[in-house]
């Protein structure tokens, strides 16, 4: 079982920047891929970025790719999504998930662990 918990979400102006953390606990952090994914009023869950458990490999979606960046400290069991020059799309509810097994996927339903999620509101 591993617990996450999101944090780093909250209002912020179109153009500025967001970071948002994940903390893991429970079994072996650096046995998981990890994904971040996002879900605005009305839509589906859709994938934002992954990692490799080793940090070695990284998958954006079109929509961020460029403007935001993942990364992972396994020693500190932390995922962090670096989010810069943010639009009003990029409104939603931020969701961090995990996968066992050394290679990441932008699956939804391939993510065994979710947390709770943590709003970010860009405002035009």
């Known amino acids: 079982q591993v617990q996450l918990v999101e944090s780093g979400g909250g209002l912020v102006q179109a153009g500025g920047s967001l970071r948002l953390s994940c903390a893991a606990s429970?079994?072996?952090?650096?046995?998981?891929?990890m994904g971040w994914f996002r879900q605005a009023p009305g839509k589906e869950r859709e994938f934002v970025a992954a990692?490799?458990?080793?940090?070695?490999?990284?998958s954006y979606a079109d929509s961020v790719k460029g403007r935001f960046s993942i990364s992972r400290d396994n020693a500190k069991n932390t995922v962090l999504l670096q989010m810069n020059s943010l639009k009003s799309d990029d409104t939603a509810v931020y969701y961090c998930?995990?996968?066992?097994?050394?290679?990441?996927?932008?699956?939804?339903?391939?993510?065994?662990?979710w947390g709770q999620g943590t709003q970010v509101t860009v405002s035009s």
């Open positions: 998930a995990a996968k066992f097994g050394t290679a990441y996927t932008t699956e939804t339903n391939r993510y065994a662990y």
């Open positions: 429970g079994r072996t952090f650096s046995g998981y891929a």
């Open positions: 990692i490799s458990w080793s940090g070695g490999v990284t």
